[in-house]
């Protein structure tokens, strides 16, 4: 069956950087696009953008340009998604979801604090 | 970018009620291709959204007819014909014809 299984969760300080894995399985990791979405506590969600797993070409929403990163381990099926110089306003929970999010990770929490 | 604009924001019901939610759109997600990418999604409490329908009226695989979807350009309606106690949570929609993509701010489905 098919599954995305996101990494565990991380408490970071101030100015660390993180790195989430999203690792695909029961599908062609290449045939489907990857997004990611950015949800803070007790908000509503928000797209980050997406990444071509063919190409590896990302491309990233407005709010999301500079401290992330989207990258591939495409012989891995694992998608990545590194934030760094992380911000208390970095605080979320980070789902990665397929395609137009006919499946989701099960998130991950990020916790910046000092 | 589109706004989508959920109502109401909770809503309160009884098992075996139907209920609708509304999405409305800030311009229309009618996509040059024909097709209206409008999606809803449920998100249980603790949990990742899932999927329930696709392009305006497509049931996701696995989701009960129960849920059914209309709507057009900028109006869209998720309505729940007969409501179950594994159907609480949020549901959110969230469009894909214009980048970036967007979602609305939620509704929570609650127990009266």
């Known amino acids: 069956q098919i599954q995305l299984v996101q990494s565990g969760p991380e408490l970071k300080k101030p100015g660390e950087s993180v790195k989430i894995s999203c690792k695909a399985s029961?599908?062609?990791?290449?045939?489907?696009?990857m997004h990611w979405v950015k949800q803070a506590p007790g908000k509503g969600l928000k797209w980050m953008g997406w990444?071509?797993?063919?190409?590896?070409?990302?491309t990233y929403a407005d709010d999301f340009k500079g401290r992330f990163v989207f990258s591939l381990e495409a012989s891995a099926s694992t998608a990545n998604l590194q934030i760094s110089n992380l911000k208390n306003e970095d605080t979320a929970t980070y789902f990665c979801?397929?395609?137009?999010?006919?499946?989701w990770g099960q998130g991950v929490m990020v916790t910046v604090s000092s | 970018d589109v706004v989508l604009t959920q109502t109401p924001p909770t809503l309160s019901a009884t098992i075996g009620q139907s209920v609708s939610i509304s999405c409305r759109s800030s311009?229309?997600?009618?996509?040059?291709?024909?097709?209206?990418?409008l999606n809803w999604l449920l998100q249980r409490p603790g949990q990742s959204p899932q999927p329930l329908m696709y392009?305006?009226?497509n049931l996701e695989s696995g989701v009960p007819n129960r849920f059914s979807g209309s709507g057009s350009e900028t109006d869209f309606t998720l309505k729940i014909s007969g409501v179950e106690a594994e159907d609480l949570g949020v549901y959110h929609c969230?469009?894909?014809?214009?980048?970036?993509?967007?979602f609305g701010g939620g509704t929570k489905l609650e127990l009266k």
């Open positions: 979801a397929r395609h137009w999010g006919d499946y």
């Open positions: 029961g599908y062609t990791f290449t045939d489907y696009t």
């Open positions: 990444i071509n797993t063919y190409t590896g070409k990302p």
């Open positions: 311009q229309s997600l009618l996509d040059s291709d024909g097709d209206t990418y």
């Open positions: 392009s305006v009226s």
């Open positions: 969230m469009q894909a014809t214009h980048a970036p993509w967007t």
